[in-house]
């Protein structure tokens, strides 16, 4: 086996587990808010503080594309529309990521929050597969 295909091989390897972890990402918190008069909160991808479904059934989507799409490429090397795939999964998800980050981090009247530990592992997460990707 070549270098390269070495190399190609660590990579996809390398970004099912992103993937696995973007998808484990979804179901962590995502944010701690303290809403005057009601307490302090935990919302998740999946249930936010609120109770309403929140965007971890899209972001579960995200690292399930990654990982198909990370083993499509590494059944087949040639794969490029796998690759192109993956790349859309990853910045999707790198795209929510920041707005979370952003919107969670604003000031809002009566709600104090705080981004959880769910938003950073998949921004982490995102950051090394796209470090990966072009290998």
């Known amino acids: 086996m070549g270098r390269r295909r070495v190399f ?3 990579a996809a390897v390398l970004l099912i587990g992103v993937g696995l972890t973007i998808v484990a ?6 944010v701690h808010a303290d809403l ?3 307490g302090l909160r935990d919302g998740s991808g999946w249930n936010n503080v609120a109770g309403h ?4 059934p899209g972001v579960a989507a995200a690292g399930i594309a990654v990982i198909f799409m990370s083993v499509a ?6 794969s490029r529309a796998a690759l192109v795939c993956v790349l859309v999964a990853l910045l999707a998800a790198l795209v929510l990521a920041v707005v979370q980050i952003v919107d969670l981090n604003r000031t809002v009247s009566g ?7 769910g938003i950073w592992k998949m921004a982490a997460a995102v950051v090394i597969g796209l470090v990966v990707w072009p290998i």
Do not use: K, N, P
Request: net charge positive.
């Open 8 to 10: 190609f091989v660590i």
């Open 25 to 30: 990402a979804s179901f962590a918190t995502w």
């Open 36 to 38: 005057l008069g009601v």
């Open 53 to 56: 479904l929140s965007f971890g």
């Open 73 to 78: 490429a590494l059944l087949d090397r040639r």
């Open 111 to 117: 709600v104090e929050s705080r981004v959880g530990v």
